[in-house]
């Protein structure tokens, strides 16, 4: 891992290296140290993407941390922030320009070491792969996962990089397309484009969207398999390197055969504990709860759970960040359990590899149907449900017709799921509305026939060939996965 330390104080510049190689040494990592004692030598020593994580002072004279981070910025957006002071004030200003934490001088082992712990998890601190580039000032490692994706244009190869910097080479995409292309994270989307699957943030019909709000042009014939190699990709657990100083690997854990689900929830807040254990138990669950990331991590590793219900908003890791490191490490489905009901959290809810999203203003009936639904879903072992050519793809909660992706509400989904599980089957417009909506009062029938409209109006404009839902007249609603209509 890859260091810088930015102290006017030369005495707390030698503490903080002395106490970097006391963490070398406990842990068994491999450190690089640079250090400054003065902002402006750091800005002027730096191009972008040299370091992982950078100690940088808040009070020094002239040239303040605070002030020196805003221009780092300018030159890498990626790197880690962790400013030291001894003073609390400045904190909420310190996270306006990025940082990654705050720490309270004098730093200890007890203080400092659990944040690098969680950097070298984090940066996945194996021996990194990288590409050599031989450029005008000499050699130059590109590590693979820094590289967002490659361009040429003109005889001039262009690698852009997750921090916004660019390498230009004069020379051919072919020079180097074998060896990225040797990387599964890598894909040729154009003749002219590689890119990283995983800095991608989405896959349109206008081209490739990466992290850093770059658009990459695809090519009309290779959309789809782009498309899909960037889902399989999405929902597929990284493989991350052992925590420091970890223990050697346990046996499997057994599946357990006393009948009773063993639920991990995890929230910061006492009171939603409380209530929702007491929801789960009432069913005749067991819970085991967490109020942090480290520990849902420590009680995941050492207990089987057939659930993990998360909360979004947790002191230090968010819960976004932290699904997909349980998802690395257990095989139990994710469920956000969270007071955020706009749209853009339960995205990014799923797009973390969680199996649903329920927000706390939830029924206790809706919140149990979901929770019961997934576990039984992901015991059963069948995550698609298929009436060609309409599949459901349960466990990424995505349906597509005859090859494209239709656009679904939760809502919609969820009703379309229950009918098409469930055919032959008529539902009652009061049976779709408690099983969907939960305990709420019935409004005689409004909002079921509302949602069942619109759902239907976009099944048949995707694919008008076949009606999949029918109207049972005085009845209610039918599935029909084979009958056509004239």
């Known amino acids: 891992m890859r260091l810088a330390i930015c102290d006017d104080e030369a005495r707390e510049l030698e503490r903080l290296c002395a106490l970097l190689q006391e963490y070398e040494i406990s842990r068994g990592a491999e450190l690089s140290v640079c250090s400054f004692q003065s902002a402006v030598d750091l800005l002027n020593g730096m191009k972008g993407g040299e370091y992982d994580l950078l100690l940088l002072d808040v009070l020094m004279p002239g040239f303040g941390g605070i002030q020196a981070a805003r221009e780092l910025r300018e030159l890498d957006k990626s790197v880690r922030i962790l400013f030291l002071t001894a003073s609390p004030e400045y904190a909420v200003e310190s996270y306006a320009v990025g940082a990654y934490h705050y720490l309270l001088k004098p730093a200890t082992a007890k203080t400092l070491f659990p944040l690098l712990d969680k950097v070298r998890a984090e940066l996945n601190v194996q021996e990194e792969e990288f590409l050599l580039l031989k450029g005008r000032e000499g050699l130059l490692r590109v590590p693979f996962s820094r590289l967002e994706y490659v361009e040429v244009m003109n005889k001039t190869v262009s690698f852009h990089l997750a921090d916004g910097s660019v390498r230009e080479l004069n020379a051919s995409l072919s020079d180097f397309e074998a060896e990225l292309l040797s990387h599964p994270q890598f894909l040729k989307v154009h003749r002219s484009y590689l890119i990283n699957l995983r800095q991608l943030q989405s896959v349109t ?81 067991v819970v085991e709860t967490a109020q942090t990331g480290a520990e849902a991590l420590q009680r995941a590793a050492s207990s089987f759970f057939d659930c993990v219900l998360l909360d979004v908003s947790l002191p230090g890791e968010d819960g976004f960040s932290l699904c997909q490191r349980l998802r690395e490490q257990i095989g139990a489905p994710v469920i956000f359990l969270s007071c955020r009901t706009d749209a853009d959290s339960q995205v990014r809810g799923f797009s973390s590899g969680g199996v649903d999203y329920i927000t706390k203003d939830s029924p206790a009936d809706l919140f149990w149907a979901k929770v019961e639904t997934r576990i039984r879903l992901a015991r059963s072992g069948r995550t698609q449900l298929s009436f060609a050519p309409l599949l459901l793809d349960l466990s990424r909660r995505k349906a597509t017709l005859d090859g494209e992706e239709l656009i679904l509400t939760p809502t919609e989904f969820d009703l379309l799921w229950l009918l098409a599980e469930h055919t032959p089957k ?61």
């Open 205 to 285: 019909a206008k081209g490739a969207v990466t992290k850093t709000g770059h658009t990459v042009p695809i090519a009309r014939t290779l959309y789809a398999a782009v498309k899909d190699a960037y889902l399989q990709m999405l929902f597929q657990p990284r493989p991350t390197a052992p925590t420091p100083a970890a223990a050697p690997e346990a046996a499997p854990k057994a599946v357990r055969t006393d009948g009773l689900w063993h639920i991990l929830l995890v929230d910061d807040e006492p009171g939603d504990l409380f209530v929702w254990s007491e929801h789960l138990r009432e069913r005749g669950c």
């Open 426 to 486: 008529v539902y009652t417009p009061e049976e779709l509305y408690h099983a969907v909506w939960g305990s709420r009062q019935w409004d005689g029938g409004q909002t079921v026939q509302v949602h069942m409209s619109r759902l239907r109006r976009k099944l048949e404009k995707a694919y008008s060939r076949h009606y999949f839902l029918e109207t049972v007249w005085g009845q209610g609603y039918l599935f029909v996965p084979e009958e056509t209509k004239t």
